[in-house]
């Protein structure tokens, strides 16, 4: 057996997508038990992989971790949560590796050779948990079991895989429309516009600002006919308003979160006093999630969930109590102490522990208080969303990412690492986050291309580009009052740089799209550290190079005013280096160490050993792409595959087998190289440009005619 489950009294079982498998009675490997905690002593040479989205390395050893939905949007390498749980952990030895998945909806500590460098610690809040783990004879084996236990990840439309901008202030009709124009009139490739709370009226759901956007259906339906969808976001909490129908429903049907009297539960985000809608109420859930057809009748293609950890700004018991404090403190002599405690009663104000420890949840007739439940808030809250919208129209691929989320979301939608800055670590932490993502499920992900928070700078925002084109989600977002982040926002040069990485993007698509339908139909990594596929002792040490699909390994300039990288090649490849789809050079080098220069214009990835790297074209959305001829790049010692995935990338009809596959074969028979090609389905394709890059060797040239 692969999988053995054990489990610890869990008091509800919430999350819908791990598989029904035996739960067994006997000991448990490798762990024992250290004060009441689940222990595991470390050999010298553990890696521990997974924990998704969090800081430090991808390698998560020697801090500790805990599983706790957060909306901080300080990501410093001294936190122990940002916004998702993701309990899986996969431990790598010399002689035994294997995958460890706590399922809980409560707090967890993981504390990963923090207290003890020599042990990890996990401490499940309450104790009631199930515990899975998992073998495989390698790496990829164990990942690839537990995404099978926890079912396959989400597909969003292949739109989605086209460049996107946002940035929260874009206030009105006028200014959306000007920024698509921009696009267009520079053409810069784009597919999606984001609508951020400003489109609605007074941050309520489901409703739109008609002063600011008169017009929402014709902008819709004007910038989806030139190939820009806009993205709204929709937020966790329903305001308190008299005569919005929303609020008024849930209040009547009982669907909000209650207090200990029972009353449904007031928070304050955005639009000031709030209730949460019960997520974890089947029926609550259904009702939020048959809302989103208000937007999706206008038109909407694609929706963001936000502040579902949830973020609360405050409650009423939590503003009362720092009242409280002011009056108390009136007229005083107010020392360190009494000055601090004023000052806490209102910095402390957000996210408190009180808060979450005060209201509840109704799961389906069984009574259960919020912070024992926390992490599966916004996980359900995405699911709410998917499940309505598949009610909506059940073969149609809906873009649809959240910012909170836990282990077994991943298959109602994508997320996107929420408010990070623009700062190079930032850049740095999207690299390291991107495998430990995708070994929790996240496939559709990516974080706020340029930095959320603080002011960009060009070499950053080229350098950020340089990596996001690879990544699923390729979104340029800012927040209001920081520098402005469009690519033309920066100047000719930098905007023309900007440009020529998009097109890039937009040639990458083929192979992008293929890697990622096969790692979510295969449940497989799209981006792995490179010790899943090279086991030198060095391969296991590295942290800022990793692997992209079958053929590529990325080693993106992260540093500032860096003018290239060292970078370590555990077999021979084929380096690629980039200004634009037209600009391109290749390099065959071997096994090695090197320092690689790559001017700010330019980056560089490199194709591995017999493999194939395929390169389409540019549009100016990704529906015009026409890609009847494509570019194959092999670097070819004895024998090259590639099996190109691709669909009608908007419904649902690839799960019954409704797709094209075009698989490449490309050998090197003593000199004479043959190229075999078998098309299953119908393709676009008519003609694959081929080159032959051979080690020692002059390129030769092949075309492939359909
Ligand atoms: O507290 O809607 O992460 O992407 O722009 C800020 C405004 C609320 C947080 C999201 C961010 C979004 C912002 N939201």
Not at 15 to 22: A, E, L, P, T, W
Not at 185 to 196: E, S, T, V
Not at 440 to 468: I, P, V
Not at 485 to 495: L, M, V
């Amino acid at each position: 057996m692969k999988i053995r489950k054990f489990s610890f009294g869990k008091i509800v079982d919430c999350n819908s997508v791990i598989k029904d498998i035996k739960t067994e009675n006997g000991e448990i490997p490798y762990f024992f038990n250290e004060n009441g905690k689940l222990t595991l002593k470390f050999k010298k040479e553990d890696l521990v992989y997974g924990l998704g989205e969090n800081v430090r390395g991808i390698n998560k050893r020697g801090w500790i971790f805990e599983s706790y939905c957060s909306d901080d949007p300080n990501h410093a390498q001294d936190k122990r949560s940002l916004y998702g749980a993701h309990n899986f952990l996969i431990i790598h030895g010399v002689d035994r590796s294997f995958g460890v998945l706590i399922d809980t909806p409560a707090k967890v500590k993981f504390d990963v050779g923090y207290s003890n460098n020599e042990k990890l610690y996990i401490d499940v809040e309450g104790n009631n948990y199930d515990l899975y783990i998992i073998d495989g004879d390698n790496l990829n084996d164990i990942s690839r079991e537990f995404r099978a236990l926890i079912g396959e990840s989400y597909v969003p439309p292949k739109w989605a895989f086209g460049y996107q901008q946002s940035r929260w202030s874009y206030k009105d009709e006028e200014e959306v429309r000007t920024i698509g124009d921009k696009f267009r009139d520079k053409n810069i490739p784009i597919d999606c516009i984001y609508l951020d709370i400003d489109y609605m009226e007074r941050f309520k759901n489901f409703t739109v600002n008609r002063e600011a956007f008169p017009n929402f259906e014709d902008m819709v339906s004007d910038m989806k006919k030139d190939g820009i969808r806009l993205i709204p976001i929709i937020d966790a909490g329903v305001k308190i308003e008299e005569g919005y129908d929303i609020y008024e429903e849930g209040v009547e049907k009982g669907y909000y979160c209650k207090d200990k009297d029972g009353k449904p539960f007031v928070a304050a985000v955005w639009p000031g006093r709030v209730h949460f809608p019960d997520f974890l109420n089947s029926e609550a859930r259904l009702w939020f999630g048959k809302k989103y057809k208000w937007l999706v009748d206008k038109g909407i293609d694609g929706f963001w969930n936000d502040m579902n950890e949830p973020a609360i700004f405050y409650s009423e018991e939590g503003l009362k109590k720092a009242y409280e404090k002011v009056e108390e403190s009136k007229n005083k002599n107010l020392d360190i102490y009494s000055f601090f405690a004023l000052k806490d009663a209102f910095t402390g104000l957000s996210n408190s522990q009180a808060d979450y420890n005060s209201f509840y949840h109704n799961m389906d007739g069984n009574i259960i208080k919020h912070n024992d439940v926390h992490n599966l808030f916004g996980h359900n809250m995405t699911r709410s969303a998917a499940e309505g919208l598949e009610s909506i129209d059940s073969n149609k691929r809906f873009l649809l990412f959240s910012r909170a989320s836990s282990i077994g979301m991943h298959r109602y939608g994508g997320i996107w690492t929420g408010d990070n800055t623009s700062l190079w670590e930032h850049l740095e932490m999207n690299v390291k986050m991107m495998p430990n993502l995708n070994m929790c499920g996240y496939l559709y992900t990516g974080a706020d291309t340029g930095g959320f928070g603080g002011n960009c700078t060009e070499d950053l925002m080229k350098r950020w580009f340089q990596f996001s084109i690879f990544t699923p989600l390729f979104r340029n977002h800012s927040a209001m009052g920081t520098r402005k982040q469009e690519p033309f926002a920066f100047g000719e040069e930098t905007e023309g740089t900007l440009k020529k990485f998009i097109e890039f993007r937009y040639g990458f698509i083929p192979y992008l799209y293929s890697e990622y339908m096969k790692a979510s139909i295969n449940n497989e990594l799209m981006f792995k550290p490179l010790s899943f596929d090279y086991n030198d002792e060095i391969s296991r040490g590295v942290e800022d190079q990793i692997l992209l699909g079958d053929s590529l390994m990325l080693a993106p300039i992260i540093k500032q005013n860096a003018k290239g990288r060292y970078v370590y090649l555990p077999e021979d490849m084929l380096m690629v280096k980039a200004k634009s789809l037209d600009e391109i050079n290749y390099e065959v080098m071997t096994k090695g160490h090197y320092y690689i220069e790559a001017d700010i214009d330019e980056f560089i990835f490199f194709i591995r050993k017999d493999k194939i790297l395929i390169l389409g074209d540019s549009a100016k959305n990704v529906e015009s792409i026409k890609n009847e001829e494509l570019d194959v790049t092999v670097f070819l010692e004895d024998r090259a595959n590639y099996m190109l995935y691709d669909d009608d990338g908007k419904s649902k009809e690839y799960i019954k087998g409704i797709y094209n596959n075009i698989n490449i074969e490309i050998k090197n028979e003593d000199g004479d190289i043959n190229v075999n090609c078998e098309v299953k389905g119908q393709t676009n394709v008519k003609k694959l440009n081929i080159t032959v890059i051979l080690k020692d060797k002059d390129n030769i040239k092949k075309c492939y005619k359909f």
